[in-house]
């Protein structure tokens, strides 16, 4: 499930570039959470609706709303304002900072997930091939004047995507699917109104566009919510965030297959050092995974 959640994710850019064609960035957040909110809320009525198990106390909806913002709404519109301003390599390389604020905070939260020296060497080993995959770039200015606003952002949703997914640890036993369905509608319910907010009515956007919309809720919204849930619910955030390693991988074979986008000659060199990272901090459950013990 982790190594489809990373090719999703990751082949997930050359859509969203075509997508940005014909429709704005808030309006392409709104469109693609909305699409997949309303299939997978479908998919939840036919297995009858149920979320909890038990009949839910104020406080764990008060964390189910947390995480269903704090997992869509908040980091797609702190993305979608914040790569205005900066370079795609820091967007990049923010994001597959996850795995690293994710670590510490499992380690305090999360029963079991205890921060050792080899998951911290795990993770800076496989950050360290991220950072090699994306290269100068992310150290490189954007040469604009809310270049620092915009850095802030892109880590900010970064911070949103680690500390939903604590929270998602820590809800009592509920439908993956329902989950994943109330997360995906809470955070339409947010990214809609910024959207309107911010960018008016769209136009009516042109079929090709509406395709590539409809491509994006299904597969990299709804389906990929959906790995994202049963992984945090059952292997943990800390064995979900070392996807963030793998994205970037994918996005630079993709665009070099797909689009003929220039092959980096460092691409080997940084995949070895996330595979390192990933084998090495995960020691355990991949053990438990090949070996059975």
Do not use: K
Not at 148 to 157: F, Q
Not at 280 to 291: H, I, M
């Amino acid at each position: 499930m982790l190594s489809v959640l990373g090719l999703i994710w990751g082949g997930t850019f050359l859509v969203m570039e075509l997508a940005l064609e014909g429709l704005t960035p808030f309006w392409l957040a709104a469109s693609r959470i909305a699409f997949g909110a309303a299939l997978t809320c479908a998919v939840w009525g036919l297995r009858g609706g149920r979320l909890f198990t038990a009949a839910p106390t104020g406080f764990q909806w008060l964390s189910l709303f947390a995480v269903g913002f704090l997992s869509s709404t908040v980091p797609f519109m702190l993305l979608a304002w914040g790569q205005q301003y900066v370079t795609s390599g820091f967007a990049g390389v923010s994001m597959a900072s996850v795995a690293l604020i994710v670590l510490p905070l499992a380690h305090l939260f999360v029963p079991g997930e205890r921060m050792t020296l080899r998951r911290i060497l795990g993770f800076g080993i496989g950050f360290a091939g991220v950072s090699l995959l994306i290269g100068s770039q992310a150290l490189e200015s954007s040469g604009l004047s809310m270049e620092m606003p915009g850095r802030v952002a892109c880590v900010g949703a970064a911070a949103c995507y680690a500390v939903s997914s604590i929270q998602m640890r820590t809800l009592p036993p509920v439908d993956p699917i329902g989950l994943s369905a109330v997360l995906l509608l809470i955070g339409a319910l947010g990214v809609i109104p910024a959207a309107l907010i911010v960018e008016g009515i769209p136009a009516l956007p042109e079929g090709r566009t509406l395709w590539a919309v409809a491509f994006l809720g299904l597969v990299p919204t709804a389906g990929a919510n959906l790995l994202r849930v049963t992984l945090v619910r059952s292997a943990g955030p800390v064995f979900l965030s070392i996807v963030n390693h793998m994205v970037p991988v994918w996005s630079v074979v993709l665009g070099a297959w797909l689009l003929s986008e220039p092959l980096p000659s460092s691409l080997l060199a940084a995949l070895v050092l996330i595979l390192c990272g990933v084998g090495l901090s995960q020691y355990g459950a991949l053990r438990r995974l090949f070996v059975g013990r």
